[in-house]
């Protein structure tokens, strides 16, 4: 079946840990983003690719990195500078086509990452 | 940016209709609609363009008012699998949808 993978499903961490969030697709999508997601918030954008090697941050990128080194795969890392990480985080991605208004998103099954 | 989504909550009996509300301050291209239950990731329901066009999905349509910048998710004769938390995502051009804040709804017997 074709779809988001995203894991672990629950992650913590400790003070001054960088941690890193998997996202793998099989889509063969060329766009993909991460979300975090804070309870009773909407999805607020961190970063987004659209094609491999290059990223975009999006509204709220202090604090993470990403990487688009393969076409399936945009791993987050949320490094010590996020100084409140604990979030819901959903991994989605597209296709990137024209026009782009009226692509949807696939979501992964999201992460809990909390702080110990 | 973001959207503003009402109500922020609602509580229906099955058979009851609801309507959520999702406008914006800023011209819209697209409007997307996701449903999302809790602990899983959202689901996508349907994308409204420009046109001020209706679209449907069994119970559940959606219309996109462009002028009034401004999309409405009607969910008619809920049933319980309804329950969850629905979110409005607009575009504006090519850039990348930016979410509301949500509307949870629960459908109880």
């Known amino acids: 079946d074709g779809g988001i993978t995203q894991s672990p499903k629950y992650l913590f961490r400790k003070e001054g840990q960088n941690v890193t969030l998997s996202c793998e697709q099989n889509l063969n999508h060329d766009a993909m983003y991460w979300y975090r997601q804070d309870p009773g918030q909407g999805l607020r954008l961190i970063y987004y690719?659209?094609?491999?090697?290059?990223?975009q941050k999006g509204d709220i990128a202090e604090g993470y990195s990403v990487s688009r080194e393969k076409k399936e795969s945009f791993p987050l890392t949320v490094t010590s500078a996020q100084k409140n990480p604990t979030a819901f985080y959903l991994c989605?991605?597209?296709?990137?086509?024209?026009?782009?208004?009226?692509?949807?998103?696939?979501f992964g099954s999201g992460t809990q990452l909390s702080v110990l | 940016q973001q959207p503003v989504q009402s109500p922020q909550a609602v509580i229906l009996r099955e058979g009851e209709d609801a309507v959520i509300n999702c406008s914006s301050s800023k011209a819209l291209y697209s409007v997307h609609w996701y449903r999302q239950k809790h602990g899983e990731a959202p689901v996508f329901l349907m994308i409204l363009l420009k046109g001020g066009e209706q679209k449907g999905h069994e119970k559940i349509s959606a219309s996109f008012n462009e002028k009034k910048q401004q999309s409405s998710l009607y969910l008619t004769a809920s049933q319980l699998s309804y329950s969850g938390t629905y979110f409005c995502?607009?575009?504006?051009?090519?850039?990348?949808?930016?979410f509301g804040t949500g509307t949870r709804l629960t459908v109880i017997p």
């Open positions: 995502g607009t575009r504006r051009g090519a850039n990348n949808l930016f």
């Open positions: 989605a991605s597209s296709i990137e086509e024209a026009p782009a208004t009226n692509e949807k998103l696939f």
């Open positions: 690719s659209q094609i491999v090697n290059d990223f």
